[in-house]
């Protein structure tokens, strides 16, 4: 590499909970600059999964936190081209790595989802991966299935 690795910028806590992990997700979530639009969404989700959720014992946070946890990825494939062809190799997936992916797919999927309001299609989504369901859960069986079928390639790891 030419130039130096960038200083990884720190996050502040988000007000409500404290906690950075927030702040992240909300930062994927914003568009055009618009931060308080998407806390406004994402504290409005979690309230709908805390009515939803009112006989469990977690806190919507919690809820929101597992759901992540069950749609990230331990394995995903890169492309590497060895002597003309090109081969699907499994790879382990960094840790800063994971939870940016499992961010953008809970966002993207919540997104593309039918619903009235974001908040609504979020706290859906949030549902759906915490169930082990819906499309951002399958997108990372998906990836688990691609690199399983490519595990024969895992010795051509860079």
């Given amino acids: 590499m030419r130039k130096a690795k960038p200083k990884k910028r720190i996050l502040l806590p988000d007000p409500k909970f404290g906690d950075v992990a927030v702040t992240r997700f909300v930062n994927n979530l914003m568009l055009d600059g618009k931060k308080s639009i998407a806390y406004t969404i994402f504290y409005d989700s979690l309230e709908i999964v805390g009515k939803k959720m009112k006989d469990a014992d977690k806190s919507p946070l919690e809820v929101w936190k597992q759901a992540l946890e ?58 759906d991966a915490y169930n082990q369901q819906g499309a951002a859960f399958k997108r990372k069986e998906e990836m688990h299935r691609m690199a399983e079928a490519n595990k024969a390639f895992a010795h051509f790891r860079f």
């Fill in 70 to 127: 069950n749609i990230t990825p331990q394995v995903e494939v890169k492309s590497k081209r060895i002597g003309g062809a090109t081969f699907q190799v499994p790879m382990e997936v960094r840790p800063e790595r994971k939870i940016s992916i499992s961010m953008k797919n809970l966002v993207l999927y919540s997104r593309k989802r039918a619903g009235k309001t974001m908040a609504d299609k979020l706290s859906a989504e949030i549902l």
